[in-house]
């Protein structure tokens, strides 16, 4: 296999579930709150350890262990409320944005109960002397995360008020305080285990959860640029392919049309009137298939980035004139008449000559493609505020209106366009859109089915009109 | 005597039909598939046309022949016509005494018979 054709991307298999794939913050959600409740499980599991530690090892032995206990008790019944919630808010079939505002809403009940829980137990284990209250700061980076920046400063305000809050009524004596530790010259042994313990699982946890955030950020960011070097590579593969083929595909065609038209010139008497039209027909379908190959070459060098090299003013108007010139026969031959209109002072664009000509060529071709014979094609150019205007105006068979928001797309072909004639590839005017864009300039169209078709191209004007010259053709 | 045309295209396709076309006309015509070989025959035989491919074994192949034949003493004056597949037709003048590309005219391939022969008489006159 050649190595263009082995994409990197294609090989790859990702394991995760479609769903996932499709929706990642859905995925994301769920798994921070399944997270958050595990959490709480081992928070229970620590209290109903530390109670007991702290009153019989650490002698704290004020600890008010039956409200305590009566709350952790609390803690994990609700918390068995909230996985089954969990799991009912997984099932169920949301769109994102319903999803989102339900784990929204959940996280905050939770959020909002958990400070009220950790206020109440800090006031039965010492109040103002109980240094687990720096466990505020879990919920404030939990909400965070989960909830909006404005909903996260709302926690660490409620975080701050409950602490206020419950310090205010002992300091006033509007509830009873239940101290750990005795006011004294110096503090108990028990006392300073307990503060070490907690500031220090504080800063541990705290380094804990935000390390496994910024770890799930850096593993997405790399998953995100192997993602767009994938698609990259997919598409430089794609055009490459193209190129390539197109460049193979041309040779061949260009020798057959070759051979075909010598042989009609020399044999055309001796095969009779049908052999002579089907070597004339063979002819013709060479030669569409040879234009279906330049485009898709041409389409392949505007997507690699490799089409326009050139910028160089070009005089649009000579430019025009001597397109034009190549159409006349064809236009006489089918009965349409060709006007020009040209205003005095010269068009002078910036851009590549070649790529110029194809988009004038484009779009006359395909004016005088879609006109019955006795119509009219008018291709004139008028200056408007430093920009050059070009119009090709038809009397053809017009666009249906539906059709009208995708005609500039890869090989489309209006249904009316297909019936009437048999040669087009659909390529012509996403080329000349791409020339236009390249050059700085906007393509529109208007039309009315079987009343014609006007196509406007607005560029701008090149800051100094130098002298417009033209570019040798590069063999390809 | 007819008039002479030497035919430099790697493509032994191209070269017949060009052939065909040509002869039907009257005119002699030689040919090769290469540059090397297309400078030795033009050099050897003196014709009075050559036609010749941009993209052979290089890029520009054609054009670097067209520069080593306006440099031959007695080839000075052998008008060049040049073909190649460049898929747009261009609105260029040609001259054969243009630095780069120094030719007198070019035609489009695939080449249509009767412009071939209205451009190859223009250029060598009638045979």
């Known amino acids: ?476 | 005597m007819s008039k002479r045309v030497l035919i430099v295209d790697d493509d032994p396709d191209i070269v017949e039909a060009e052939k065909l076309i040509l002869e039907s006309r009257g005119y002699h015509v030689d040919s090769a598939t290469d540059g090397e070989s297309g400078l030795a025959k033009a050099m050897d035989s003196k014709p009075d046309l050559i036609i010749l491919d941009v993209m052979m074994t290089t890029m520009d192949e054609g054009i670097r022949v067209a520069q080593q034949l306006r440099r031959q003493p007695g080839l000075k004056h052998v008008p060049i016509i040049i073909t190649t597949a460049i898929g747009q037709v261009t609105s260029l003048k040609f001259s054969p005494d243009d630095e780069i590309l120094p030719v007198d005219a070019f035609v489009e391939k695939p080449v249509k018979p009767a412009h071939l022969i209205s451009v190859a008489e223009a250029l060598m006159g009638g045979n």
């Open chain 1, 1 to 476: 296999m050649p190595d263009y054709l082995q994409g990197g991307a294609m090989s790859q298999t990702d394991e995760r579930a479609p769903s996932e794939l499709l929706n990642p913050r859905k995925a994301e959600l769920t798994e921070r709150v399944e997270w958050f409740i595990v959490l709480r499980w081992m928070a229970v599991a620590g209290i109903l350890v530390a109670v007991p530690a702290g009153k019989y090892i650490l002698k704290l032995e004020n600890i008010a262990e039956v409200e305590i206990l009566l709350l952790a008790t609390f803690l994990l019944l609700l918390n068995c409320g909230y996985a089954l919630a969990a799991r009912s808010i997984h099932r169920r079939e949301m769109d994102g944005e319903a999803h989102d505002r339900a784990i929204g809403l959940f996280v905050s009940i939770q959020i909002v109960l958990d400070l009220l829980i950790l206020t109440a137990l800090l006031h039965f284990s010492g109040g103002i002397q109980n240094p687990f209250s720096f466990y505020y700061v879990f919920h404030v980076v939990l909400a965070s995360i989960l909830l909006s920046r404005r909903s996260a400063f709302v926690v660490a305000g409620l975080g701050t008020s409950l602490y206020s809050i419950m310090l205010l009524l002992e300091h006033f004596g509007l509830v009873s305080l239940r101290p750990i530790e005795p006011v004294a010259d110096s503090y108990s042994t028990g006392y300073v285990a307990v503060s070490i313990l907690a500031i220090g699982s504080t800063l541990f946890f705290g380094v804990y959860m935000a390390t496994s955030i910024t770890a799930r950020l850096q593993k997405k960011e790399a998953e995100l640029a192997k993602a767009l070097r994938d698609v990259r590579d997919l598409e430089a593969n794609k055009s490459r392919f193209l190129m390539l083929v197109s460049h193979e595909m041309k040779s061949p065609i260009v020798a057959v049309r070759s051979i075909l038209d010598a042989l009609y010139l020399t044999s055309k008497d001796c095969l009779g009137q049908r052999g002579a039209q089907m070597l004339r027909r063979a002819s013709e379908r060479a030669d569409s298939l040879l234009t279906l190959t330049k485009d898709l070459l041409t389409l392949a060098r505007q997507q690699t980035g490799t089409a326009d090299a050139v910028a160089m003013p070009v005089d649009m108007l000579n430019l025009t004139r001597s397109c034009l010139q190549l159409f006349r026969t064809q236009a006489e031959q089918r009965g349409i008449s060709l006007r020009e209109d040209y205003p005095k002072a010269p068009v002078t664009v910036t851009g590549d000559p070649n790529s110029l000509n194809m988009l004038i060529d484009n779009l006359v071709s395909n004016a005088i493609r879609y006109t019955p014979a006795g119509g009219q094609v008018s291709v004139g150019w008028r200056v408007e505020e430093r920009r050059g205007v070009l119009s090709v105006v038809d009397t053809g068979i017009g666009i249906p209106e539906a059709e009208m928001p995708i005609i500039f797309q890869d090989f489309f072909r209006a249904q009316n366009a297909k019936k009437f004639t048999a040669s087009g590839t659909g390529l012509g005017l996403a080329i000349a859109k791409n020339i236009v864009e390249r050059a700085g300039g906007a393509i529109n169209v208007s039309s009315v089915e079987g009343k014609g078709t006007t196509f406007t191209v607005t560029l701008p004007i090149a800051a100094t009109p130098g002298k417009a010259t033209q570019e040798p053709p590069q063999g390809d």
